[in-house]
């Protein structure tokens, strides 16, 4: 079983709508999620960090964690063509311990 | 502005011919990371120090090297590519320990081809 499972898509979706991203995870010791953007052939842009359980809200972007479920969402409101990318969600115990990441969901948005 | 910086952005290279990427950072970070990432995959941890402190994943073969000389420099080497090698590799960096801030940040990458 894989540390972090994440669909990878693709969701297609048209300009305006709201966008629900998730991933679920095995390892109950993690402490910090984060969320990353990923256009095509770039690095990884950390979009949302989130320490514990709760809500985080940034804009258009709002990152939830429900640790008692392992369970991790992205929420992105009124999207835009150019939120078209991949998104990666990635974990980690902290402290400098290993990060684990979901194998990313693939968006596309259109106009 | 602070950030990851890798160089150089694009690299082909020969089957069997050495290489070396280089990572550099501005946010003065302990931890650098290097990642190897193929089309539709996740990051695949290679290797990371805390400050010195060299650490490899298991599974990194033996062809590929890291050096970090200082805090601000990190460089990977592949001592001979082959085709399965041809990948984008990412640099990170994460901030200091006993702290909240955890986050990891990404350089552009290098994408390399191996021909």
């Known amino acids: 079983q894989k540390e972090v499972e994440q669909d990878p898509g693709p969701l297609s979706v048209p300009e305006g709508a709201i966008v629900s991203l998730n991933c679920t995870y095995s390892n109950s010791a993690f402490q910090y999620f984060m969320w990353y953007r990923q256009y095509s052939r770039k690095g990884p842009e950390l979009l949302m960090y989130t320490y514990s359980s709760g809500n985080k809200e940034d804009g258009r972007f709002t990152a939830q964690v429900d640790k008692s479920s392992k369970y991790i969402s992205l929420f992105i409101r009124d999207s835009q063509p150019s939120d078209s990318a991949t998104y990666l969600c990635a974990m980690t115990r902290g402290n400098f311990n290993k990060f684990y990441f979901g194998s990313g969901t693939k968006l596309n948005v259109k106009p | 502005d602070a950030m990851v910086i890798q160089n150089p952005r694009y690299q082909v290279t020969q089957f069997g011919k050495p290489v070396t990427l280089s990572c550099s950072q501005t946010l003065n970070h302990n931890v650098m990371y290097w990642y190897q990432q193929k089309s539709s995959q996740a990051p695949k941890l290679l290797f990371h120090?805390?400050?010195?402190?060299?650490?490899n994943e298991a599974d990194t073969p033996d062809n590929f090297q890291s050096r970090r000389p200082n805090t601000s420099f990190c460089f990977l080497d592949i001592r001979s590519p082959g085709l399965g090698d041809a990948a984008m590799y990412l640099c990170?960096?994460?901030?200091?320990?006993?702290?909240?801030?955890?986050?990891?940040?990404f350089g552009p990458g290098t994408r390399l081809t191996v021909l």
């Open positions: 120090y805390y400050d010195k402190d060299f650490n």
């Open positions: 990170a960096t994460s901030s200091l320990p006993g702290t909240s801030n955890n986050e990891q940040f």
